[in-house]
């Protein structure tokens, strides 16, 4: 019935349409359950279809294409895994493309010069171009976006453990891409690690540096046998936190949710701690947790007014936008941006009415109903506007208004780093392999042990060295 324009209708009528919306309180876990079998397999195929055919490395956003990311590829190498034991690939698939994206990672050209290199010292440049995978124009040797390529490296060599000659290679070239990353290097003789080095300027001056995507960055670099930084560099890290409250909730703060997920896609956090979590009370999942219903809160309380915010319409982290604009709203004015790190805490908040469907998605393992519920709603809402071919486009503002005068834009563009955690996450809760598998790799637990973490699976798992 349109609300605008009531009619009295019969009372057969009126008892059909009351079954109707029973019908339609009811919970639905088949039809949820169903959601998140289709996002899984879509969302892996965003992985398995975008590698680029030479270098095997994953495209940075798609349809756009501009250049790989290998942060992405990173994901893609845990994808891989995701896929293999979910018999979207078989085994034998999998380990064929992780064996030939490792190939061309370790024969790819090293060097400190400003073209014609993939990277220097171990690490590689944020973004590489098609068909060569050469350096991006000028962009910097990225240390975290390394890390987040290592960190699907060695969930590759984990996983890929039987005694077959194509798993053996796996594992002995990750090791070997592994071990040649120089992290002490990347430390630049510094208390905290540099973001990044160009060969035009050097070392870039910010420092990692405050709770953020870093975490797994700073324990594989603490792990690490050949190139380990000192074993100072995580209470140096974690002297730079800001604990505070926000919406209700005391937690180490980092606006944007995806640095509260990166480092928990790959390393287990519950129930362990380190000296800082400790004097807390809490662990690190913990406090994702209530950074995740912070981020929730704060986008229901809706301070701006943002349309369809709400409580299954949440999710504040880096993302596509609109694209720079200031428009007229609610008596004041927005400014929209394109792609940015957007967030809510007692930092700071970067919200422009953009949602992120990766925000909810990344943090299905804290909180599980609150994120699925955001998900499956926001599929029901928007369906194929933002719903396609891979999942969830990366991003959407029902607040904006085009040139054409209609209010509400769609991203045309998938983006890799935002896929990732859509799959990982979702994987980890529905069955802790990632987290499983990573429990067994030496590096990993070294260097949560140089960190200071103790207590829970950590403990129990002392074979591991």
């Known amino acids: 019935m349109n609300r605008n324009h009531p009619k009295i209708v019969s009372s057969g009528l009126t008892a059909l349409l009351c079954i109707f919306a029973a019908i339609s309180c009811i919970p639905r876990p088949d039809a949820e359950s169903a959601f998140l079998d289709d996002l899984k397999q879509r ?63 370790w024969s790819s050209q090293q060097g400190a010069g400003e073209t014609d290199f993939t990277g220097y010292r171990g690490f590689y440049y944020h973004f590489l171009t098609y068909g060569d995978g050469k350096r991006y124009k000028n962009v910097e040797l990225s240390t975290v976006d390394t890390g987040l390529l290592m960190a699907g490296i060695l969930s590759c060599q984990s996983y890929f453990d039987r005694d077959d000659p194509r798993e053996i290679r796996i594992r002995e070239l990750a090791d070997s891409l592994f071990l040649r990353v120089d992290w002490h290097w990347a ?15 050097g070392f870039i001056k910010a420092k990692w540096t405050g709770y953020n995507e870093a975490m797994i960055l700073l324990i594989m670099a603490l792990g690490s046998p050949t190139h380990p930084i000192p074993d100072t560099a995580w209470n140096s890290w974690c002297k730079t936190y800001v604990w505070d409250e926000f919406y209700g909730q005391e937690h180490v703060n980092f606006s944007p949710l995806f640095g509260h997920q990166y480092s928990h896609m790959y390393i287990d956090f519950r129930g362990i701690q380190d000296g800082y979590m400790s004097l807390k009370g809490i662990d690190y999942f913990e406090n994702a947790r209530r950074a995740t219903l912070a981020n929730r809160a704060y986008c229901i309380d809706n301070p701006s007014g943002f349309r369809d915010y709400g409580e299954s319409v949440w999710g504040l982290t880096a993302c596509d936008g609109p694209g720079f604009s200031v428009q007229p709203y609610n008596n004041d004015s927005v400014i929209f941006y394109a792609y940015r790190a957007r967030g809510a805490s007692a930092l700071e908040v970067i919200d422009d009415g953009t949602i992120a469907p990766t925000a909810a998605g990344g943090s299905i393992p804290f909180t599980p109903e609150l994120s699925v519920d955001a998900l499956f709603k926001m599929k029901e809402l928007y369906d194929d506007r933002l719903y396609q071919q891979y999942g969830f ?53 070294r260097g949560l042990r140089k960190a200071g973490f103790h207590g829970g699976w950590l403990d129990r798992n002392a074979s591991v060295d």
């Open 43 to 105: 969302t892996f195929q965003f992985f398995w279809d975008r590698a680029d055919k030479t270098t095997f490395q994953i495209d940075d956003r798609y349809p756009t294409p501009r250049f790989t990311s290998i942060a992405s590829t990173g994901f893609g190498l845990t994808a891989y895994i995701i896929g293999a034991e979910n018999g979207f690939i078989t085994r034998e698939e999998g380990a064929g493309r992780v064996l030939s994206t490792f190939e061309w990672l």
């Open 187 to 201: 430390m630049d003789g510094k208390e905290w690690m540099s973001m990044g080095w160009t060969p035009e300027n």
């Open 393 to 445: 486009k990366d991003a959407f503002n029902m607040t904006f208004v085009k040139e054409d005068g209609n209010r509400g834009w769609f991203d045309l563009d998938y983006i890799g780093i935002d896929q990732g955690p859509i799959l990982i996450q979702l994987e980890n809760h529905q069955s802790a392999l990632v987290w499983d598998i990573m429990k067994q790799n030496q590096y990993i637990i």
